[in-house]
């Protein structure tokens, strides 16, 4: 079971991204799915979270401007991202909590993160 994100590019402040990540294998279900941030030198952050019945958590610096979903029959997970500004350059990841058949316990997966970079 892997993650595989897409969408990442240049944007200039003020514009908008859109982050997919799909999650694929067999004899797996996703229960949360996430998505997070690194920069350079600072720890990886997480920015928002979807729970599979849909809740959704935001971290503050992203509230209001970014908006998480999810499609539960296609284990993806999307990141409209709007009114971007530099400090949301970063590499984002894409996260899911999965369980595998035959596997006891969640196996927490990471895509490989695709570069975000907003230009003053």
């Known amino acids: 079971v892997q993650l595989q994100a897409s969408g990442g590019g240049l944007v200039q402040t003020g514009g908008s991204l859109r982050l997919s990540c799909a999650a694929s294998?067999?004899?797996?279900?996703?229960?949360?799915m996430s998505w997070y941030r690194q920069t350079p030198g600072k720890q990886r952050e997480m920015v928002a979270h979807i729970t599979s019945s849909g809740g959704t958590i935001y971290s503050d610096s992203v509230k209001g401007r970014f908006t998480i979903s999810r499609d539960n029959v296609k284990n993806t997970v999307s990141l409209q991202m709007n009114n971007l500004n530099p400090e949301d350059t970063a590499v984002y990841y894409c996260?899911?909590?999965?369980?595998?058949?035959?596997?006891?316990?969640?196996?927490?997966?990471w895509g490989p993160g695709t570069l975000v970079t907003v230009s003053s």
């Open positions: 294998g067999s004899s797996f279900s996703v229960n949360t």
């Open positions: 996260s899911a909590d999965a369980r595998v058949l035959g596997e006891s316990g969640i196996r927490i997966l």
